[in-house]
């Protein structure tokens, strides 16, 4: 059984950063591709950022392309999330999640294990 467990969020003012992480137990972490989605309130989940196994394939949503970072430390079985330039519509719940690919997919529907997710709230 796999389990995904976020830290890092929290409050942060406009312009602000913040560091997610994602701690994954079990053995097979370096063997599949790791994404971050969000979720606002009274909005559906949406795509953040993906990162391939090796780490050398990433991708970014529009809203956050250029802003914020994805990267892994597959000795530490952790995913990371830098976001910089933080907006106010940038406040939601992040969630990581692990695919069952190896390359970086963008759809929800291609994870299968999910985390609980950690607050983001960007003040204005």
């Known amino acids: 059984q796999v389990q995904l467990v976020e830290s890092g969020g929290g409050l942060v003012q406009a312009g602000g950063s913040l560091r997610l992480s994602c701690a994954a137990s079990?053995?097979?972490?370096?063997?599949?591709?790791m994404g971050w989605f969000r979720q606002a309130p009274g909005k559906a989940r949406e795509f953040v950022a993906s990162?391939?196994?090796?780490?050398?394939?990433?991708y970014y949503s529009d809203p956050v392309q250029g802003r914020f970072t994805i990267s892994r430390d597959n000795a530490k079985n952790t995913v990371y999330l830098q976001m910089n330039s933080l907006k106010p519509e940038d406040t939601a719940v992040y969630s990581c999640a692990r695919s069952g690919l190896s390359g970086a997919p963008t759809n929800s529907y291609n994870y299968n294990y999910w985390g609980q997710g950690t607050q983001v709230t960007v003040s204005s």
């Open positions: 079990g053995r097979t972490f370096s063997n599949y591709a």
């Open positions: 990162i391939s196994r090796t780490g050398t394939s990433t």
